[in-house]
């Protein structure tokens, strides 16, 4: 734990004292990295037995979660449309064009 804190402290470290460089490379060696522990951590999935032998469990409740956010976010988003633009009570804007 404390070598993750070390390695995160001397990152912000080092962010912090470049902070005045032009470093326009550095997104593109972090999608780089970022590609890489994609690939690592399927590669440990896939290694697993006990995931991919619940893999029809584990998708079939991701796709109930990702539904349900998904029906949650419309939700929210109609019900606030509602309340700024059709006010219970007050007549509809019409738009002149």
Same mark, same amino acid.
């Given at each position: 734990?404390?070598?993750? +804190?070390?390695?995160?402290?001397?990152?912000? #470290? #080092?962010?912090?004292?470049?902070?005045?460089?032009?470093?326009?490379?550095?997104?593109?060696?972090?999608?780089?990295? +970022?590609?890489? #522990?994609?690939?690592?951590?399927? +590669?440990?999935?896939?290694?697993?037995?006990?995931?991919?032998?619940?893999? *029809?469990?584990?998708?079939?409740?991701?796709?109930?979660?990702?539904?349900?956010?998904? *029906?949650?976010?419309?939700?929210?988003?109609?019900?606030?449309?509602?309340? +700024?633009?059709?006010?219970?009570?007050?007549?509809?804007?019409?738009?002149?064009?």
């Amino acid at each position: 734990m404390f070598i993750i +804190i070390g390695i995160m402290l001397t990152g912000m #470290l #080092l962010g912090y004292l470049l902070r005045n460089k032009k470093l326009s490379w550095i997104h593109r060696v972090i999608t780089l990295l +970022i590609w890489l #522990l994609l690939f690592l951590l399927g +590669i440990d999935v896939g290694g697993n037995e006990a995931i991919i032998n619940g893999l *029809a469990t584990i998708g079939f409740e991701a796709a109930i979660i990702t539904l349900a956010a998904v *029906a949650g976010s419309t939700l929210t988003a109609w019900g606030l449309w509602y309340f +700024i633009y059709i006010r219970p009570g007050k007549k509809r804007k019409e738009v002149q064009s």
